[in-house]
């Protein structure tokens, strides 16, 4: 890890630049996780994928830092809320994993996109934020681009089509507990602890159920799902230490051009009109929000 970072800032010359670039890498790695997952959801069950993705994700940290942060890694001030914000990562990745089953993978995750979305709904009576007018407009205006992919009235409005977008409605809850971290919790422990919790939680519900032995091709895959979600998320750690929201937003959505892309050459998945138009609607209000927040 310090020779990626030395080599990083040798190569980008600015804090913004470095950040960008994390970025970047990290939405590549959460499509290459959910491309995987895509993939693997047609052979296992979703509550096998996620222990073992949990379980490297708990064993990689516990490698990298324990040496380091001994029983620090473990510390928290707000263990009970931590634990909370676990069990949400976990429910939102079950929900997001099964959507992939029978939704395209671009439109899962562009309804998956409307989290920033209702985090910033949420913000005034969770955390007591002024959301301004402009906001609760782009708010409004992200609703409409979701509703645009799935066409009330349509086909594709169906039970898998809410499975994204009650994983967007965990993820913001998410994402509120995240920020009430800031500050107060080491963001190295946060992680850590997220991995383990999803590990113990998962592994006891693959226990009590039946396991489908992987072959060797798809145990390797497993473990890559398990590195590159692992790895994305410690990305972002390092990425908002150097930017701020409102300037990482723009670059977080290429995820969805590269869920479009794997979708289309991997699964054959061709983007209709309506999801094009719905994923540029969600992608402009939740730019336009972000940038209406301020960044560094």
Known sequence: MKKIKFLLNRLLA?????GIALVLAAMLLFAVHDTLSKYLTQYYPVTQLLWIRYLVHAGAMLVIFAPRMRL???KARRPRLQIVRALLLVAL????????????????????FIAPLLATAL????????????????????????????????AMLQLAALLPFLSACCSSFFQIITRKFKGSENPVTTHFITGLTGAV????????????SPTPTHAFLMICQGFSVSIG???????????????????TYTQLVWAMLSGLVIF???PDTGTLIGSLIIVASGIYLARGKGGK
């Open 14 to 18: 600015s804090d913004r630049e470095r």
């Open 268 to 270: 054959g998945e061709i």
């Open 93 to 112: 990745s079950f929900l997001f994993m099964n959507s992939l089953r029978f939704l395209p993978l671009g439109d899962a995750t562009a309804i998956n």
């Open 233 to 251: 998320h410690y990305l972002l750690i390092e990425v908002f230490q150097r930017i701020g929201p409102a300037v990482a937003a723009p670059f």
């Open 123 to 154: 913000s005034a009576p969770l955390l007591g934020e002024k959301v301004e007018t402009r906001n609760w407009a782009a708010v409004f205006l992200g609703f409409c681009g979701v509703l645009v992919i799935i066409r009330p009235g349509s």
């Open 201 to 212: 939680i998962t592994g006891l519900i693959c226990w009590q159920s039946s396991w489908t």
């Open 72 to 74: 620090n890694l473990v």
